[in-house]
């Protein structure tokens, strides 16, 4: 018989990192969220949302956007069956997160918004969800 043990200390810094999140935030605008979970789920401008499991997540990657005018920052996940493409504004933090497999959910923002928030907050102008279709797919359907 196993048993689960529950740690005050864990549930403390759990706490501590929700609030944390919330004093960063005092304008109403959560761009991503974090806990224990075993899903992320991805919510778009329009309100789409689409859920994940991090257990078919291969691997993600950091970037900078071809626009070098601007400071955006690109997020790419790679699950089995999607590609994730995430672009905003001081993405390290979601992608730290993300690395540890903490990330609730990440919300997309218009970017009029992006000056509500301090300068070295994550913003999220855009989330893009697109199916990864199998390579042969042409060729048996020639």
């Given at each position: 018989?196993?048993?689960?043990?529950?740690?005050?200390?864990?549930?403390?810094a759990?706490?501590?990192q929700?609030?944390?999140?919330?004093?960063?935030?005092?304008?109403?605008?959560?761009?991503?969220?974090?806990?224990?979970?075993?899903?992320?789920?991805?919510?778009?401008?329009?309100?789409?949302?689409?859920?994940?499991?991090?257990?078919?997540?291969?691997?993600?990657?950091?970037?900078?956007?071809?626009?070098?005018?601007?400071?955006?920052?690109?997020?790419?996940?790679?699950?089995?069956?999607?590609?994730?493409?995430?672009?905003?504004?001081?993405?390290?933090?979601?992608?730290?997160?993300?690395?540890?497999?903490s990330?609730?959910?990440?919300?997309?923002?218009?970017?009029?918004?992006?000056?509500?928030?301090?300068?070295?907050?994550?913003?999220?102008?855009?989330?893009?969800?697109s199916w990864?279709?199998?390579?042969?797919?042409n060729?048996?359907?020639?």
């Amino acid at each position: 018989m196993s048993q689960t043990y529950k740690f005050k200390s864990l549930e403390i810094a759990k706490d501590d990192q929700k609030n944390k999140q919330a004093e960063k935030d005092p304008n109403g605008i959560t761009v991503f969220e974090i806990g224990d979970t075993r899903t992320i789920d991805f919510i778009l401008k329009d309100g789409t949302r689409q859920c994940f499991l991090y257990s078919h997540m291969l691997t993600s990657w950091l970037g900078k956007d071809g626009n070098t005018e601007k400071k955006e920052r690109v997020i790419k996940i790679f699950f089995a069956t999607h590609l994730i493409t995430i672009k905003g504004y001081c993405l390290d933090e979601i992608y730290n997160t993300l690395t540890t497999l903490s990330v609730k959910s990440i919300k997309s923002h218009d970017e009029r918004y992006a000056d509500m928030v301090a300068e070295d907050q994550a913003f999220v102008t855009d989330i893009n969800v697109s199916w990864k279709k199998e390579e042969n797919d042409n060729v048996n359907n020639s």
